[in-house]
């Protein structure tokens, strides 16, 4: 049975103080980068992400002393039983950051008993907050005024505007995403790569995208955001439509009326590089 709908909105109030702090930290740093550092070719750590955690998990423990956390940085801690589990992104687009692209957020997911019911996505830049709770709905609240968000009604690929992104491991791999990057590119309006898989998971919920897909992302990427497109009406599935894994790193999420045609397109195209697992 899932938590009450009291207990959900006080996971979520808590969540977005949260966010907002780790969010007023990722604006304290901005600019200011001293330590950049690199965990893989590529992946980029600064103090700005530790400094944002930090802070984040500082409010999650205090709040909920007795739930598991999932963090980028400092990996798993809490009460290994807790059917609740944290999935906490403390700056989702480092590789922004550091270069002062101003495309970054900070995500928080709460998972019950490995479902996500809680969702919050924050962008210190433009201010937008993205927040959804199972069964209480999906909102973007900017400067104090917060609206309820759907997705959009695009009704075909041709018509759609989508996003993606690539893993760190791309130039490893032959499950790189570029054929499928390649493909929606020719059949669609555009596919963007913003940087940061919690805000493109966000924009679908907002009806600013119409899809997104991603491979080898980790939980605290995805989980805040499949609430949002949920709770905004949307569709969440790995690529063949099955349930989403989230330990299988694959998502798709689109306004529902484009699932079956992304989800045929990536079922063909990922097998011929990789086994989908
Ligand atoms: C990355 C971003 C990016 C996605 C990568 C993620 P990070 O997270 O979300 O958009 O393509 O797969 O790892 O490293 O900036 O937290
Ligand atoms: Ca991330
Ligand atoms: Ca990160």
Redesign the pocket.
């Known amino acids: 049975m899932n938590p009450p709908p009291q207990d959900i909105q006080n996971f979520l109030t808590i969540a977005t103080q949260a966010a907002e702090a780790g969010g007023k930290v990722l604006q304290s740093f901005w600019g200011k980068l001293e330590n950049v550092q690199e965990k893989t070719p590529g992946?980029?750590?600064t103090e700005a992400?530790t400094a944002s955690e930090r802070m984040v998990l500082d409010i999650l423990k205090t709040a909920f002393p007795e739930h598991r956390i999932l963090a980028?940085e400092s990996g798993a801690s809490g009460e290994i039983t807790s059917s609740y589990v944290w999935a906490v992104?403390p700056?989702?687009?480092?590789?922004?950051?550091a270069h002062h692209f101003p495309v970054?957020s900070v995500?928080i997911g709460l998972l019950f008993e490995g479902q996500p019911i809680v969702g919050v996505v924050y962008n210190p830049i433009t201010n937008e907050l993205f927040t959804a709770g199972l069964g209480l709905g999906a909102f973007l609240t900017q400067n104090g005024q917060s609206q309820s968000i759907r997705v959009s009604k695009t009704k075909q690929v041709a018509d759609s505007l989508l996003a993606?992104?690539?893993?760190?491991d791309r130039r490893e791999v032959k499950d790189n995403n570029y054929a499928e990057f390649c493909h929606f590119t020719q059949v669609s309006q555009g596919v963007r790569?913003?940087?940061?898989?919690?805000?493109?998971l966000a924009y679908v919920a907002a009806g600013r995208f119409d899809g997104y897909w991603?491979r080898?992302?980790?939980p605290?990427?995805m989980v805040a955001g499949i609430v949002l497109v949920l709770e905004a009406g949307g569709q969440v599935s790995g690529y063949d439509q099955g349930a989403i894994n989230i330990a299988s790193g694959r998502v798709l999420a689109t306004n529902g009326l484009l699932h079956e045609a992304m989800s045929q397109t990536l079922s063909r195209i990922t097998p011929l590089l990789v086994p989908v697992p």
């Open positions: 992946n980029l750590v992400d980028e992104d700056l989702d687009g480092t590789t922004n950051y970054f995500s993606t992104g690539f893993a760190y790569r913003l940087g940061s898989a919690a805000l493109d991603e080898g992302l980790s605290w990427d």
